[in-house]
């Protein structure tokens, strides 16, 4: 998303509350351009890629943001949401077991595929953004965003796309830890998550 009035740009995450934000930030003057959600559409490309084709007059010059998430925590989320409705269906009947899912991963389903994937993948360089939130510390980080580009109205951050599930940590088995560990090393290193017991 974009905000001409606030000079600033929103990289949607897979899974890190973006539709949540989304809805904040719409009001404030912030729209998606039809290309954007054409390029979301498309599952084949990085975040940070689509928004430089979508952006390149302005992604120099504008403040940038996301947010992240725990990658354990992020995986469930991405199971519950994507995989498993399509293992209830029939069309992948392999991965209704989350241990499963997560050995099977990466999947032939660009969906699951692209939501999935690590956010070092989607990011590209860290260091390229002005602000990292952490979905962990929503709340107080998106008022970080906002008061760094000057909006100041009263809100509240609805929650939008939640999966219902327990503390991530009671899905997984000691397998399925290491993966994800190996899968999403740079993300874990970088912000330094670690992988908690409820």
Not at 15 to 33: D, N
Request: proline content about 5%.
């Amino acid at each position: 998303m974009i905000s001409h009035r606030h000079k600033a740009l929103f990289f949607h995450m897979p899974k890190c509350a973006g539709t949540s934000i989304e809805r904040v930030l719409a009001p404030c003057g912030f729209e998606k351009s039809p290309k954007e959600a054409f390029y979301q559409n498309q599952h084949s490309v990085s975040l940070f890629d689509q928004s430089k084709k979508e952006y390149a007059d302005h992604i120099d010059t504008y403040y940038k943001f996301c947010f992240v998430r725990n990658p354990w925590d992020r995986m469930v989320s991405v199971w519950k949401k994507h995989a498993l409705p399509l293992a209830e269906s029939g069309k992948f009947p392999n991965i209704n077991d989350f241990n499963a899912f997560i050995r099977k991963y990466p999947l032939p389903n660009k969906n699951i595929l692209w939501h999935a994937s690590s956010q070092f993948y989607q990011l590209k360089d860290p260091s390229f953004y002005n602000f990292i939130g952490r979905f962990e510390n929503i709340e107080e980080d998106l008022f970080r965003v906002l008061d760094a580009i000057g909006i100041t109205n009263d809100i509240s951050i609805p929650k939008l796309n939640q999966s219902s599930h327990s503390h991530y940590s009671n899905y997984y088995n000691e397998d399925s830890v290491k993966k994800v560990q190996e899968v999403c090393k740079k993300e874990i290193d970088y912000f330094g998550y670690k992988f908690a017991y409820s």
